[in-house]
């Protein structure tokens, strides 16, 4: 049994038998030691091995979000309402398979429908109507409506009162944005649109002539015009004999099939006639592209401009003060041109300003005698900006010619 001993010192095993001999705790202590040894090289490992870098992640290829016309391989920056994002504009749908009837109509387009309230300095400014186009707070409206006003609101058809504000807009089209929280106004369904039907055909129109209530009226599609003069700029139209008062400004025209197919903006006016019940709608067709534009860019790009503000000068006044009629110069403003590019956003690059004078009568275009700023307008829209238009331009009792390169409109 003494050979068995074992002796415990500071925690080692110590069998060294009595006599003397190799200790048998040798082995033990060598076999311990290449324990820890081997431990240690482990955790040391293992700290090296987390302490390394992770490798880079590499790149994917990635589809860029192209709608509302973002430059391909683009980082689109949506046109916001307090950080919500309110890029997405509509699609033209596919016609209908089957005709509604009217209270069905109503009962579809009533939720997209929006009477609005324009006022400035507590006057009211106008009583007119909105489409509701997505689901973030985007309605469409005529600019004409909103133009001045210092507060907006909007009442739904279920009698929702919340204010609403004017976002990005479009002077030459007539078509606005307006933007309000969604989240208050949860009944708000964004409208379906559609393609014009054909002439002859009935059309129904919503829209808010009195007090916030949204009324349904017929008529028929009387004509379709591409050429009409919209503030000098050829636009698609609709001419309808539905009956239009003031407040339908921005309603929608719709037909058979539910579908929103233009938003009116103004009726005619015949001297000696003024109940003519023709009125005019800017077509879904040419809305969607402009609305598209509003939303991603803020305005519409490839615009031409002269980079000049014009007025009209009366024949009367041209006369007696020996002047030829035409365009009149009467500001200079900003003189920039879209860069095109890959990067977003285009980039505008001031150029050369001095062609074009305040007291400038323009009074041809490449030729062609303009003699007023409609007139004006509709030769420079044939062009894009970057190009260059010769002017006739009467300037200190004599006609001189200038080269002006057309800007980009914003």
């Not at 139209?237 to 407040?247: C, P």
Request: hydrophobic share 40%; proline share 7%.
């Amino acid at each position: 049994m003494d050979n068995n001993r074992f002796i415990f010192i500071d925690g080692y095993i110590d069998d060294k038998p009595p006599g003397g001999g190799r200790p048998r705790g040798f082995c033990g202590a060598l076999l311990l030691l290449i324990c820890v040894l081997v431990f240690s090289v482990v955790l040391i490992a293992r700290y090296v091995a987390l302490r390394s870098p992770e490798p880079e992640p590499q790149p994917t290829e990635t589809n860029a979000v192209t709608d509302g016309g973002a430059v391909p391989g683009s980082r689109p920056v949506p046109y916001s309402n307090n950080g919500v994002n309110s890029r997405t504009g509509f699609e033209i749908a596919e016609p209908g398979m089957e005709e509604l009837s009217y209270p069905d109509i109503y009962s579809a387009v009533l939720p997209s429908t929006l009477a609005v309230y324009a006022s400035s300095e507590g006057r009211t400014l106008s009583i007119s109507t909105a489409i509701a186009v997505n689901r973030d707070g985007v309605a469409i409206t005529c600019y004409h409506n909103l133009a001045g006003a210092d507060y907006i609101e909007i009442v739904t058809s279920a009698g929702i009162v919340v204010p609403a504000e004017l976002g990005a807009y479009d002077e030459v089209s007539d078509i606005a944005l307006m933007l309000y929280d969604a989240a208050r106004v949860p009944g708000i369904k964004p409208a379906v649109f559609g393609q014009s039907p054909k002439v002859g055909s009935r059309l129904l129109l919503l829209g808010n002539p009195i007090d916030a209530t949204l009324t349904l009226t017929e008529g028929l599609l009387s004509a379709l015009r591409n050429d009409a003069n919209v503030n000098g700029h050829p636009t698609n139209v609709i001419m309808t004999s539905a009956n239009v008062t003031d407040g339908h400004s921005g309603a929608p025209l719709i037909n058979l099939y539910g579908q929103v197919i233009g938003m009116v903006n103004s009726r005619l006016r015949l001297s000696g006639n003024p109940d003519s019940n023709i009125s005019f709608a800017i077509s879904a067709e040419t809305v969607k592209p402009i609305v598209d534009d509003l939303l991603f860019y803020g305005y519409v790009p490839g615009r031409p401009s002269l980079g000049v503000e014009l007025d009209d000068i009366q024949s009367g006044f041209a006369a007696f003060m020996g002047m030829p009629r035409g365009a009149l110069v009467t500001e200079i403003i900003a003189r920039k041109i879209l860069r095109r590019s890959d990067e977003f956003p285009p980039q505008l690059t001031e150029i050369s300003a001095d062609t074009l004078n305040v007291g400038d009568i323009i009074t041809a275009v490449n030729g062609v005698e303009t003699k007023s700023v409609s007139a004006v307008l509709a030769q420079i829209n044939n062009y894009s900006a970057g190009d260059t238009v010769t002017l006739s331009v009467w300037r200190k009792n004599s006609e001189i010619q200038l080269e002006v390169i057309l800007t980009e409109q914003s």
